[in-house]
């Protein structure tokens, strides 16, 4: 049953259930199952990458700008640490599918465990990226920039999810169909609500490339592939992430 249907079924306990749920699947803290039933907590995507994004900030607060470069790179790491480079891995899976010379080599490149050439180079490539474009985030918003980031990229799945072609199997197909139109709406509020709660105009920036990138990138890939994949919603929440951070950098 998809999730947030109806303005009647949202309360406090509901907030929890959709949080837990959402940091159950966006990270590696072990969280119980909310209710004993299988939750995408959809809804909560953006409040829990932003929450990613908070405990990435803590090098950049502690070290201070004498040290922001280190700081960035420490950041990029915690983070990567926190979700077990679990979008990391959709990233790799989805670069190696897109080099391979056939559909059926994709496929099997996808499907592969192995990272190729391709995935190894996508997924240094996006970390460097990640790391110098916070590096280059004026003082003091650098903490926010995180923040944000960590927010508007963890929102295009649950943003995109009603409405992308979906597998017959698999994660990417469960989440899309248990994923509902509630919670699109929910993760968009939670991102602008954000941006305009934090000062100057650089958040604004990241929002909206965080959107407009991670979007971009998941239809070229269903357009590509033909469905929508776990694989596939984790190369958007990088890519997402990776632009947000950019268009902060270039903004502060």
């Known amino acids: 049953m998809r999730e947030w249907r ?26 119980a199952e909310a209710g004993g039933t299988a ?7 953006a409040l829990v990458g932003a929450g990613l ?4 900030a803590t090098p950049i607060v502690a070290f201070g700008d004498a040290h922001r470069p280190l700081a960035a790179v420490v950041a990029i790491g915690l983070l990567t640490l926190a979700t077990g480079a679990l979008h990391l891995d959709g990233l790799a899976d989805t ?7 056939d559909p059926t080599t994709a496929e099997r490149a ?11 180079a996508a997924v240094v490539l996006v970390l460097m990226l990640d790391a110098a474009a916070l590096a280059a985030v004026r003082s003091p918003n650098a903490a926010s920039a995180v923040v944000v980031a960590g927010a508007v990229s963890r929102a295009i799945p649950a943003l995109a999810a009603p409405w992308v072609p979906r597998a017959d199997h698999g994660f990417g197909a469960w989440f899309a169909a248990a994923s509902g139109r509630g919670g699109a709406a929910a993760v968009v509020l939670t991102s602008f609500a954000l941006a ?12 909206l490339a965080g959107l407009i990138g991670g979007l971009v990138v998941l239809v070229a890939l269903v357009r590509r592939f033909g469905v929508a994949s776990g694989d596939t919603f984790g190369a958007a929440i990088e890519i997402a992430f990776a632009a947000s951070l950019v268009a902060q950098a270039v903004a502060s």
Do not use: C, N
């Open 196 to 207: 305009l709660l934090l000062p100057g105009t650089s958040p604004k920036f990241g929002v």
């Open 6 to 31: 109806g303005a009647h079924r949202l309360g406090p306990r509901t907030v929890m259930r959709e949080i837990r749920s959402a940091t159950g699947l966006l990270t590696r803290f072990p969280v």
């Open 39 to 45: 939750r995408t907590g959809s809804a909560a995507f």
């Open 110 to 120: 996808r499907r592969d465990p192995a990272v190729g050439t391709a995935g190894a």
């Open 95 to 101: 670069a190696d599918a897109l080099a391979a010379s």
């Open 53 to 56: 994004g908070l405990l990435a």
